[in-house]
């Protein structure tokens, strides 16, 4: 992390500055007015927040400095070992961040150095181990990275003075590759104890990240395994800047909380299921209909299951999205890894997975109300860890919560490199709305 600190001091921050300056001189010009649908809407569309990682568009779908995922999982390092083909979330993070793809060499050194970085300090350990076993694991995850702030390095020099505001930005970048490394740590240690496994995470340097991560979970001898990971943890890393978890990461931070609080904030958005609880969500939904469905079933049961779980007042899990209006290409990505795997086009529930995603849209259509009747990645993703034996549904958000510090902790850092203003909109009252409406 070191030359891509240097590469952001020398080079990146200094051009992303001028920029700004530049803008800054006519920023009084308009590029949009606000509905009083998009207000009493949850803020849909309105252009109202800066994001530089990734842009999300309703017909195509993400893309990360302008590169499709197809693009990115061909040009993005991949793993060490001879024959990997999927793009590694250090790669993704690295193009996040900078807006060019780095090179074998600089990601290797960043795994590394993430890997260096891997070990808890006392106090998250033993916070963990006095958290109820069944607490949910968003919850807990949470907590453990709200408590790393203790190590802040930002809050420190914040706190004693001994930065100005141009260089908040240095130990933002600091605490946030801390974050980095020590999520996975954090993860496996809940993933472990709540299967009864007390285990000490070691982090072999001449690893990524996600290798790593299996070994300690005990998924390390399955390749396959790995390179799901790999393209897992690097597609869910960042979707725009307004989803919730984004979003509050980016709006805490404002506050001038340290990374770790901020990211914190972002998990706790992570977990609520219109987001990434879905992806728990989904599988046990999937799994409930497998049993529900006869032997032999057909495309028709599988209709029926929808219009019952719907007539009961439900969301479909996985489908529907707040800005796409085409199925979501992370779904397509993951299904068609899962298409050219034998072992995974085989099983039973993926089969399931993949029989609802031609249904469900209809019946959706049908019913009238979703915007968007097509999958999310929720739809695809939970089947492949439980596909390779991680049957712990509850821990499927925590993955995606590792996954999302890739994106929106570079973000953290932009905020603080170009000295973003505390986020303050303003609010309006049903009562200054219809005043303001009678006024037109
Ligand atoms: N099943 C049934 N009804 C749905 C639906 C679904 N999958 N998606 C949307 N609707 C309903 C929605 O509840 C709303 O009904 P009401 O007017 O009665 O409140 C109506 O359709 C209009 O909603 P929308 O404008 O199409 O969607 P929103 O932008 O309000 O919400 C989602 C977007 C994603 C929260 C919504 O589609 C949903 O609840 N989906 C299921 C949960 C899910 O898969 N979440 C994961 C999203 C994923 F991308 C992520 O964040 N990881």
Redesign the pocket.
């Known amino acids: 992390s070191t030359e891509l600190k240097n590469l952001m001091r020398e080079k990146y921050i200094p051009n992303k500055r001028e920029q700004l300056t530049r803008i800054k001189k006519s920023s009084a010009s308009v590029i949009g007015q606000t509905t009083v649908e998009q207000v009493l809407g949850?803020m849909?569309g309105i252009r109202c927040m800066w994001w530089e990682g990734s842009e999300l568009d309703a017909e195509k779908g993400i893309t990360f400095h302008g590169k499709t995922i197809e693009e990115c999982n061909r040009i993005l390092p991949h793993g060490p070992e001879q024959g990997a083909t999927q793009m590694l979330p250090e790669s993704m993070m690295w193009l996040i961040m900078t807006g060019e793809v780095p090179t074998e060499k600089q990601v290797r050194a960043l795994s590394a150095d993430l890997a260096r970085h891997s070990a808890l300090p006392r106090h998250v350990d033993e916070l963990i181990d006095n958290l109820p076993k069944d607490m949910h694991p968003m919850t807990s995850l949470s907590a453990a990275i709200a408590s790393l702030s203790h190590n802040s390095v930002f809050s420190k020099q914040y706190s004693d003075g001994s930065i100005t505001k141009d260089k908040f930005w240095e130990p933002a970048f600091d605490d946030s590759i801390s974050l980095l490394a020590k999520i996975p740590t954090i993860a496996a240690k809940l993933y472990n104890r709540s299967k009864g496994v007390s285990k000490v995470y070691k982090a072999d340097e001449s690893k990524d990240v996600t290798w790593n991560f299996a070994e300690n979970i005990g998924f390390g001898d399955k390749l396959p395994f790995v390179e799901m990971m790999r393209l897992y943890l690097a597609l869910h890393a960042d979707?725009e800047g307004g989803?919730?978890s984004a979003h509050s990461t980016h709006l805490v931070g404002s506050a001038l909380s340290d990374p770790f609080l901020s990211y914190s904030a972002g998990l706790l958005g992570l977990a609520g299921?219109?987001?990434?609880l879905?992806?728990q969500?989904?599988l046990r939904f999937i799994l409930q209909m497998h049993q529900w469905l006869p032997k032999n079933y057909t495309e028709k049961d599988v209709e029926q299951y929808l219009w019952n779980w719907?007539k009961d007042g439900?969301?479909?899990?996985?489908?529907?999205?707040?800005v796409?209006r085409k199925p979501?290409p992370r779904f397509t990505a993951l299904h068609e890894f899962s298409s050219k795997s034998d072992s995974i086009s085989k099983d039973p529930h993926w089969k399931l997975v993949d029989i609802v995603s031609r249904v469900a849209p209809q019946v959706?259509k049908e019913?009238g109300?979703?915007?968007?009747p097509f999958p999310?990645?929720?739809?695809q993703s939970g089947v492949l860890l439980h596909h390779y034996g991680m049957k712990e549904t509850e821990f499927y958000t925590v993955i995606?919560g590792i996954s999302r510090a890739y994106g929106v902790l570079p973000q953290l850092v932009w905020d603080r490199a170009l000295g973003m203003p505390i986020e303050r909109p303003k609010s309006l009252s049903l009562n200054a709305i219809e005043k303001m409406m009678s006024a037109q």
């Open positions: 949850g849909r979707h989803n919730v299921p219109l987001h990434g879905a992806a969500d989904v719907l439900r969301v479909v899990p996985g489908y529907g999205h707040a796409l979501d959706l019913h109300k979703t915007k968007n999310n990645v929720d739809s995606f």
